[in-house]
């Protein structure tokens, strides 16, 4: 069992700035941030593998920073020059298995599906 509790999620302006933390409760093979808008699917945000090993999705590189805290369990999201379409409420995401692993080598941060244990969410708010 893996742990995850977000938090750092508010409400901002265009261009400006968040910084989302996830504290787990233990190590894992692999650990992300997913966001899901209303009435949109849930979409990778950005993801670590193993060795730290860092996947981004495309549209977000640029902006959005993914750093990870070892001796803490911590992982940290970055976010810069916000937009309005940032909007979602952003989870956080853990797995302890290989699989998760071999999922984000061949899907990057499409893997979601191979994360069993997932955060109760933050929100962010872009106003424009």
């Known amino acids: 069992q893996v742990q995850l509790v977000e938090s750092g999620g508010g409400s901002v302006q265009t261009g400006g700035s968040l910084t989302l933390s996830c504290a787990a409760s233990?190590?894992?093979?692999?650990i992300g941030w997913f966001r899901q808008a209303p009435g949109k699917e849930r979409e990778g945000v950005a993801v670590?593998?193993?060795?730290?090993?860092?996947y981004y999705a495309d549209s977000l590189k640029g902006r959005f920073i993914l750093s990870r805290d070892n001796a803490n369990n911590t992982l940290k999201l970055q976010m810069n020059s916000l937009k309005p379409e940032d909007t979602a409420m952003y989870y956080c995401?853990?797995?302890?298995?290989?699989?998760?692993?071999?999922?984000?080598?061949?899907?990057?941060?499409?893997?979601?599906?191979?994360?069993?244990?997932w955060g109760q969410g933050t929100q962010v708010t872009v106003s424009s």
């Open positions: 670590i593998s193993g060795g730290d090993s860092t």
């Open positions: 233990t190590v894992s093979a692999c």
């Open positions: 995401a853990a797995d302890r298995s290989f699989r998760c692993m071999t999922a984000i080598k061949t899907l990057g941060v499409n893997s979601g599906s191979a994360f069993n244990y």
